[in-house]
């Protein structure tokens, strides 16, 4: 069963369950890589994501242990996902990301690895600087809000509501100095402070206090990364 044709039942089972808000879609361009990073909550989050933009060319790096999830499991490997090892450094899956964004592909990744059994976003790991750093591609951050309320809402006979919201493309100023260690985390922290830009301030978590998410609210440019800030 090929990609679209799975694509097409969501789309149709999602009418029908779901009320999805999209915000900022037009802040995805129609042709061009992307590395598309993003909040996450629930297994749900990619195909939302999916339905949220026109584009077909999208494609979410997803950990490894989903593949056995019952159904969802099913879905993730029938809309084609790279699967990725947690915890360790996948070298295989980096080259397919890296494979996806050479031909102009829409790439998703949760900076944060795990899902927030909160809501609320938690430290980033620096899997999506490297990707970023390496592929010099533009970044676009987006959250999705209310993708774990399936079985809740489904108890009450009740439709999903779900929000779905992107950001304005960006690109890093990454200097070439010697201090990766230093500049990927400062490249981590600025991926992390636009995703949390684009949520309510309580969900903000380990971000809330970050002086840096108020100036992107405030539409000021990404510093220097690497160099004096």
Same mark, same amino acid.
């Given at each position: /069963?090929?990609?679209?044709?799975?694509?097409?039942?969501?789309?149709?089972? !999602?009418?029908?369950?779901?009320?999805?808000?999209?915000?900022?879609?037009?802040?995805? *361009?129609?042709?061009?890589?992307?590395?598309?990073?993003?909040?996450?909550?629930?297994? @749900?989050?990619?195909?939302?994501?999916? @339905?949220?933009?026109?584009?077909? #060319? $999208?494609?979410?790096?997803?950990?490894?242990?989903?593949?056995?999830? &019952?159904? %969802?499991?099913?879905?993730?490997?029938?809309?084609?996902?790279?699967?990725?090892?947690?915890?360790?450094? #996948?070298? #295989?899956?980096?080259?397919?990301?890296?494979?996806?964004?050479?031909?102009?592909?829409?790439?998703?990744?949760?900076?944060?690895?795990?899902?927030?059994?909160?809501?609320?976003?938690?430290?980033?790991?620096?899997?999506?600087?490297?990707?970023?750093?390496?592929?010099?591609? *533009?970044?676009?951050?987006?959250? $999705?809000?209310?993708?774990?309320?399936?079985?809740?809402? @489904?108890?009450?006979?009740?439709? /999903?509501?779900?929000?779905?919201? %992107?950001?304005? *493309?960006?690109?890093? !100023?990454?200097? #070439?100095?010697?201090?990766?260690?230093?500049?990927?985390?400062?490249?981590?922290?600025?991926? /992390?402070?636009?995703?949390?830009?684009?949520? &309510?301030?309580?969900?903000?978590?380990?971000? !809330?206090?970050?002086?840096?998410?108020?100036?992107?609210?405030?539409?000021?440019?990404?510093?220097?990364?690497?160099?004096?800030?």
């Amino acid at each position: /069963m090929n990609r679209e044709t799975i694509m097409g039942w969501i789309r149709s089972l !999602a009418k029908r369950l779901v009320v999805l808000d999209v915000e900022g879609a037009e802040n995805i *361009p129609a042709t061009g890589a992307l590395l598309l990073t993003t909040s996450h909550i629930s297994r @749900l989050d990619t195909p939302f994501l999916m @339905l949220s933009t026109e584009r077909k #060319d $999208v494609i979410g790096v997803v950990a490894q242990e989903y593949k056995r999830a &019952p159904f %969802f499991g099913w879905v993730l490997n029938a809309l084609r996902v790279i699967w990725i090892s947690r915890g360790e450094n #996948d070298m #295989d899956a980096l080259r397919e990301v890296m494979s996806f964004l050479s031909k102009g592909w829409v790439v998703g990744i949760a900076p944060e690895g795990r899902r927030s059994r909160s809501g609320q976003l938690e430290e980033g790991k620096p899997g999506a600087a490297l990707i970023a750093e390496r592929a010099d591609v *533009p970044i676009i951050a987006a959250t $999705v809000s209310g993708s774990d309320t399936m079985t809740r809402s @489904l108890l009450r006979f009740r439709k /999903m509501r779900v929000r779905v919201a %992107f950001g304005k *493309p960006y690109k890093l !100023a990454i200097e #070439d100095l010697e201090h990766h260690k230093e500049r990927l985390q400062s490249a981590t922290d600025e991926i /992390m402070c636009q995703i949390a830009a684009l949520m &309510p301030a309580e969900l903000r978590g380990y971000y !809330a206090e970050y002086p840096r998410v108020g100036e992107i609210l405030a539409g000021q440019n990404p510093p220097s990364l690497g160099g004096e800030q």
